[in-house]
Every structure is written in C-alpha cells, then in structure tokens.
C-alpha cells in the first residue's frame, strides 16, 4: 500500500512539474522590458519629484500614487531574483536582486531565505511561523492568556496589520538579525545596511531631510500598503489550505492555499501579476511575466480557489483556523464554535476573559 501511495504521489509531482516546465523558462528580453517599468521608472519618477519639491509639494505627492505602483513592481522583480527565476542566470538574477533590494530595502540574501521558507511550509499547521502571517487556531488561541489573546487581537486589526506592518517589515524589520540566522543572511543584513546609510545619508546630503521625506516617505508606505494586502490575502481565505505536516503536501499547498486574486487590470499590472498566486507558488521559477500565460495554458490550473477584489477585502474578517471544519474563521464564529465544542472551551485565569 505505501508504495502504491509512494508511486501515485510520484507520477501526480511528475505531471505537475510537466505542465508548467515551458514557462518556467526565463527571457532577457522580457526581463529588460520589466526592469524599465519598474525599477527604472521608479528612480525616474523619484527624480522628477526631488527636482519638484521645493515648489509643488502637492503635485510630487500626487506624484507618490504611481510612483509607489512602481515600486511595488520594483519589489516583485527583486521578488523574483530572489526566486531564481527573472533572469536565465543565478549571476545575473543575484546582482539584480541586490540592487533592486536596495531600493525596497531588503537583504537580498536573507530575504530569499526567509521566503523559500515561506514556499516550503505554507499551509502547514506544523511548520507555521517563518515569512507568513502569524494564523493561529481557535484552540491555540483560547489555549492563552488574556494578554495572548488581546496581543493576538492587535497584531491581527487592520491598523497594526496594514500601517504599522509595512513600516516595520520594509523599512525597520530588515535591518535586524539573530543569532539563529547562517552566516550568509546575516552578512546579508549588515552589508545592505552599509549601503543603506550610504545611498540615503548621499540623497539627503543633496537634497535635505526633509525633501527626502516628503518624497520618499508617501511612496513607500503606499506600496509597503499594498505589498502587504496582497501578500496577506493570498493566504487568508476562508477555505485556504491547512493541513498537518504528516497530511501536507506541496502541491495542494499550492493550488488550494493560494488564491487566484483577479485584479482589475491596472491593479495587475502594478502588481506584477502576483495575484496568480497559485501559479507563483506551484513553481516559484515561474517568472512574473509568464504567470498569466501559465495560469491560462495550464489545465492544472482550472480548478483554483478565485477570489475578487471585492471578495478578498472581505476576507480581512478571517482571523483564526478551524482545522476541524477545514477554514479560517472570524471572532464570531469562533466563539460560536467554542460553545458547541466543549474541548475548545478556554480555561480563564482570575485577571480577565478571552477578549
């Protein structure tokens, strides 16, 4: 029986690896085209908004709403050299990836670490914690104390999640290492951060403090803003993927755990397409401009949780997993369930209730 098991898992790995091995092919051309309108045009619209500042505040932070489109798609090319997969080459996508990390702010090295973590262990119930969203289950989170579950809460609202999140995990989580990170990661860190105070301290030495706030400072937050809805939201879906680490499996992780975000087309394009996330994480070596043409040519494919806009705002309610029932859940629901679960019903401390 285990081997019969053992050769199915083979040959359904085999026709999955099969389906999407033509687009996992890298073009220079195409890279070169998404380098222009990303990265390039990025410095270019921060120039125009450096040598418009003094002058036209209001107009360089109009300026800041495209600009950070720019960005954000600047931070999917990096995204996708930390991955291997924008440019034929490791060479070509590690110099690419560093560069355009400095321009997001992230260590190259470090952040691709964190991430293939991130690829390996989505929709893991055993392996949670590493460059996801922390998800906890109605059981764990009733398993707290009152200042657990209040610490759970915040971390969870819109304001913490969407304004503070971006700050932190763009601007200031980076710039901190551990003694559990390898040497490379660390080394990672310390090198961007060099380059860091040497890029930013040089901008602010021309143009002043304060103009490189004012024009650094909108853009950022805005796309750091969006970075993180998506990111959050292709996870966090009422029937996402969980399962156990002895019941988990990679591909189903992938088509069933990453939504197909549709985005109206403008919201795609500044996205670089990251809304395919199934496809994204079926086979990250899968390019950003070759996702769409994947998702489209691929019957693996056909069959992949969808969700709108409108859909994956709402998804923002969901705060908890319910293993049992095979979904994440809102506080409501949630409750419901510990009343008709008595296992889940959460032991009070005298200091307080579960909030």
């Known amino acids: 029986m285990a081997d019969s098991t053992q050769a199915n898992d083979s040959k359904a790995r085999l026709y999955w690896r099969d389906s999407v091995a ?3 092919r890298a073009s220079v051309p195409r890279a ?29 932070l109009a300026l800041s709403i495209p600009t950070s489109g720019f960005l954000l798609r600047t931070f999917i090319v990096f995204h996708d050299c930390t991955h291997g997969s924008f440019l034929p080459t490791k060479r070509e996508n590690r110099w690419v990836g560093r560069i355009t990390g400095l321009l997001v702010f992230q260590p190259y090295a470090n952040w691709a670490h964190n991430h293939a973590v991130h690829h390996g ?11 996801d969203v922390e998800t906890l289950t109605v059981a764990e989170y009733y398993s707290r104390d009152w200042k657990g579950r209040l610490a759970y809460r915040l971390f969870r609202s819109p304001g913490i999640l969407f304004i503070v999140g971006p700050l932190w995990s763009l601007m200031f989580g980076p710039r901190f290492w551990n003694k559990n990170m390898r040497t490379r990661q660390i080394h990672s860190v310390w ?9 930013i301290g040089a901008t602010m030495a021309v143009v002043g403090p304060v103009d490189w706030l004012l024009v650094q400072m909108p853009a950022a937050l805005m796309a750091g803003v969006y970075g993180v809805f998506l990111f959050y939201v292709q996870h966090q879906f ?15 992780a992938a088509l069933k755990g990453s939504s197909y ?67 994440l859940v809102t506080w409501t629901e949630a409750r419901e369930l ?8 959460p032991k009070l401390s005298p200091e307080g209730s579960a909030p």
Request: aromatic share 10%.
């Open 121 to 131: 262990t989505s929709g893991d119930l055993d392996r949670r914690g590493q460059g």
């Open 338 to 345: 510990v009343g008709t679960r008595p296992a889940l019903k």
């Open 238 to 252: 009422e029937d996402a993927y969980w399962e156990t680490g002895e019941g988990w499996d990679y591909a189903d």
């Open 32 to 60: 070169i085209l998404g380098l222009l309108t990303s990265a390039v045009a990025y410095v270019a619209l921060m120039v125009v908004m450096y040598l418009l500042v003094d002058d036209h505040t209001w107009l360089v």
């Open 191 to 199: 090198l961007t951060n060099v380059a860091l105070v040497i890029l």
């Open 22 to 24: 033509s687009f996992e």
């Open 261 to 327: 975000l549709k985005l109206p087309k403008v919201l795609q394009y500044f996205s670089g397409n990251i809304g395919l996330h199934h496809v994204h994480h079926l086979s990250a070596k899968i390019p950003n401009y070759n996702l769409q043409r994947a998702h489209d040519e691929s019957p693996i494919f056909a069959d992949v949780p969808i969700l709108t806009f409108a859909e994956a705002v709402g998804a923002l309610r969901l705060k908890l997993i319910d293993p049992d029932g095979g979904r």
